[in-house]
């Protein structure tokens, strides 16, 4: 349906998530290096990757290996600092949906070099800054999927 790209993940068990909505969902997951854990399978275990063995997934070894294996037109970014919501972005099957790191997301570069492609996931919270990285991943491809699916 859509390949989740998580660019310089930090975390295992966040990926981990990631890693089982994409089996839940029919989506192939990209990882771009580098990345803040060992995908050996000792690891992958210790993270809860149980459903590895049925994930479709690549990896890049870094951010201009992934753009140059990308179609430009496909690829669709979210951040916190998008000043377009999640609810514009036109999920086409197919398409890119790029996230950064849990710590720093999209570096700066990134999010002025797409920034007509930049989305942010609406937070009306009083304290908000972030959502935790699984989670925005699952609501931008549970969006998507309604979208298709509806």
């Known amino acids: 349906m859509f390949n989740v790209v998580l660019v310089r993940p930090e975390i295992p068990q966040n990926t981990g998530n990631i890693g089982r ?3 839940n ?3 192939r997951l990209h990882l771009v290096h580098p990345l803040g854990f060992s995908l050996d399978e000792r690891h992958r275990r210790r993270a809860g990757l149980d459903y590895w063995p049925h994930l479709d997934w690549c990896e890049h070894g870094d951010a201009r290996a992934f753009l140059r294996a990308s179609p430009p037109g496909s690829r669709f970014f979210f951040s916190a600092h998008g000043t377009r919501t999640l609810w514009e972005c036109p999920f086409p099957e197919g398409a890119f949906l790029v996230f950064g790191s849990e710590t720093a997301g999209l570096a700066p570069a990134w999010r ?3 920034a007509d492609r930049l989305y942010r996931i609406p937070m009306p919270g009083e304290h908000a800054r972030s959502f935790n990285l699984a ?5 931008a491809v ?3 999927l309604r979208r298709h699916l509806a």
């Open 21 to 23: 909505l994409c089996v």
């Open 25 to 27: 969902t029919g989506c």
């Open 112 to 114: 002025r070099r797409f």
């Open 135 to 139: 989670n925005a991943v699952a609501i």
């Open 142 to 144: 549970l969006e998507g």
